[in-house]
């Protein structure tokens, strides 16, 4: 017997949890997950392919943001770092540049200020910026340092009595050409140290601009920033951000939701496929049923429900406070791996219409090569990996 359309999602698989991995959750996470589910399916999803087409960023949809309060839902909110990493993985399947967005706001940089703030500086930032009053960014990447900027910081700071004088440029910025703040990394000049600074966009030598013609992320305003004798008041010094080490811990919780968006853009290219290929008919019958088809959309859903048990013990470790750096760097090169594997599946099951935003799967394949980039890329995940497993670096 055939499944229609009609009664598609009514399939005990439909949301692509094969192993019931939600169940995991508490009865109280579970209904909030719902709830997060319902305001993507109205809110975000109807409006991403002409956002995305458009390159614009719906600044109508921050208010809404704010009002599903999305915003550090373990450390402000008491949750487990599985329903956070479950939120993210929903928010990204309904569209990566919006779960990019929040990635930004809500993960580099709340999470920057969660960190390495001090509770005075905490006290003074943290309301606004939980209830999106005040948009945040991360300025870590700069025009010619990548993987390398641990060590090649071009960006400086020089102490100047109650003040700090910033100079550099920083690039892939998300969110700066319209945030309020931006959390800059910049290289003490006095001891050669990274050192973090919350700097408002508003300064005097503060300026950003938008990084045009993008194939992945489109929404998403990236910017690149130019900081030119920028004055901070001594107080916007992060009081715990002293050197890259320190940065590390803001990057080992993130890599974890980079990760996250994998399993996201996965269920993302599962849903789309799955649904075509119900629909579509070839040959007078459903692409669903031949047998390659199936064998497609079989290995899309192994992919990501692989990534996903992944995730669920690398948040349960997280939530445990054993997780390590290699293994959320192990998780993000593995995860998005497959995550490249999946969305060409996808994009090749839709044939022409896969090469096309209206069908949605052109976006998701696209915008997969991001998230396959940043936050470490596949290659130097691997190595830290590796160096974890061998003793011996790799990283020149």
Known sequence: MSTTAADLNDLPYADGDFYAFEQLLSDKERDRLAEVREFLAREVRPIAVDCWNRGEFPMDLIPKLAGIDLVSPVHRQGHSNLFAGLVHAEVTRADTSISTFMGVHDGLFTGSIEALASQEQKDAWLPDIYSMKKIGAFGLTEPLGGSDVAGGTRTTARREGDSWILNGEKRWI?????????????????????????????????????????????????????????????????????????????????????AWQAVGQQLAAFDVARRYAVERHQFGRPLASFQLVQSQLVQILGNAVSSMGMMVRLSQLEDAGEAKDEQS??????????????????????????????????????????????????EINTLVTGRAITGISAIV
């Open 174 to 258: 998300g969110n700066a050409t319209f945030s309020d703040w931006v959390v800059v990394y910049a290289r003490d000049l006095a001891d050669d140290k990274v050192k973090g600074f919350l700097v408002d966009t508003s300064l005097d030598g503060f300026s950003a601009s938008k990084i045009e013609n993008k194939i992945a992320l489109r929404t998403v305003q990236n910017a690149d920033i130019s900081l030119q004798n920028v004055v901070v008041p001594d107080f916007y010094k992060l009081a715990n951000a002293n050197s890259f080490r320190d940065v590390n811990k803001v990057l080992k919780v993130t890599r974890l939701g980079v």
């Open 329 to 378: 760097a192990l998780a993000k090169a593995f995860t998005t791996a497959r995550m490249r594997e999946s969305v060409a599946i996808g994009r090749s099951l839709l044939g022409g219409n896969g090469i096309v935003t209206d069908f949605e799967m052109a976006k998701i394949f696209a915008d997969a090569e991001a998230i396959y980039s940043y936050e470490g890329t596949h």
